[in-house]
């Protein structure tokens, strides 16, 4: 078992380090024309969500310590409380679209490249961290936010979260398709 989960935080952090290279890449090498461009399947252009992309990780941190103490909690409590975000989805759908719109006016597509590295590290320090039996703890989760949620997430699957998400999203960018 030990074994196992070693090389599966070894697969995460190359993930991240992937993810990371991959981010960079992007950013520095789009053009503005690049940048304004719609997106497939979103409502977002490539900026927009390239900044959505490195929400993922920075929820991941708060989502990481949500679970923390739902699942000191009886797992009644985490069931309810998903309950109660599937419930407030709309809303939720709504502040999600328009945090990106609003982010990238405040926060440049450069600087997101260090926001970037910098949250990846923390994931990557606290990931080194955890113990065995800390990413087996876990919550319920608002399954109708985001197709990567599960109805149960522990620690571990929190971890790999953010990288499925940026892939899922990598693939909706159109940048260097040209005008």
Known sequence: MDERLALDRRAVVDDYARARRTFHAL????????????TVGTRWTNQQLLWHMLLGYLVTRVLLGLAR????????TSKAFAWVLDAGVRPFDVINYLGPCGAVKL???????A????????LERRLARESEHELTRGMHFPVRWDPYFQDFMT???????????FDFHHRQLTLGEGG
Do not use: E, K, N
Request: net charge positive.
């Open 69 to 76: 103490i739902f699942s000191r909690l009886p797992r009644s």
């Open 107 to 113: 926060v440049g597509p450069r600087r997101t490249g």
């Open 27 to 38: 950013v520095d090498g789009a053009t503005q024309a690049d940048l304004v461009r719609p």
């Open 115 to 122: 926001a970037f590295d910098w949250i990846t590290a923390s």
């Open 155 to 165: 620690l571990a699957d929190l971890y790999r979260y953010p990288t499925r998400h």
